[in-house]
């Protein structure tokens, strides 16, 4: 692979994994490999090296916020002492740092493509990709999720859980509060790497009504509507 073109590499690397899914990978993990120019001589080599290799790994956003180990698999070829290339398959075990984010790069040193006539092997970069979550949308170490909230609990204010990457917290939802308003949970987001603390959660207020109400329920209703002055509307 040291000194050829990354075209036949491609097409025997998507006829084993269907356009980039890495066996092994783990759930939620998906492996896309790209081939790099290989490096040139150097006055300090005898040998030209191996090729650099990047590859990107999708992971969750609880690997991210707890740390993961995953096991990926990297179909590539491998140079002999005569220079001639091998097809296989190797697999990686890759730490997933606590912390890390959207576009992370992690390098596993020497694990990139053997050099020609015995010269280093290159790298193997990973890029990270999260995958989209059903509650929380992600902004760096900050985390936002949609809160719904009843009309008499936004109205009235009151304690509502949470649920965050830790387990659910209780949020006090202040009397008043408005559809759209957003409310912070400080230190409840992704872990910050370096032990410097971690990024806010912030609750995104959705006001709900019921679809179906029960005839006590109307009833209040049509006697709030008959007696309140509120105006929500200006013209």
Sequence with gaps: MGGGGGGDFSD????????GMGG???R???FRYQQQAPFGMDEEQEEPGGADQEA???VTLEDVARGATKNISLAHDQLDRRGEAHRSVKTYEVKIPAGATEGTRIRLAGQGAAGPRGGPAGHLYLTL???PHPLYRLNGHDLELDLPLAPWEAALGGKVPVPTVDG???MTIPAGSQSGQRLRLRGKGLPKPGGRGAGDLYAVLK???PAHLSPKERTLLEELAHTSTFAPRPW
Excluded: Q, Y
């Design 12 to 19: 025997f690397f998507e006829s084993i994994f269907g356009g």
């Design 24 to 26: 092994g990978a783990g």
């Design 28 to 30: 939620g993990s998906a």
């Design 56 to 58: 990107a790994l999708t």
């Design 129 to 131: 990709h999260i995958a």
């Design 168 to 170: 659910n917290v209780t």
């Design 207 to 209: 006001l709900v009504v």
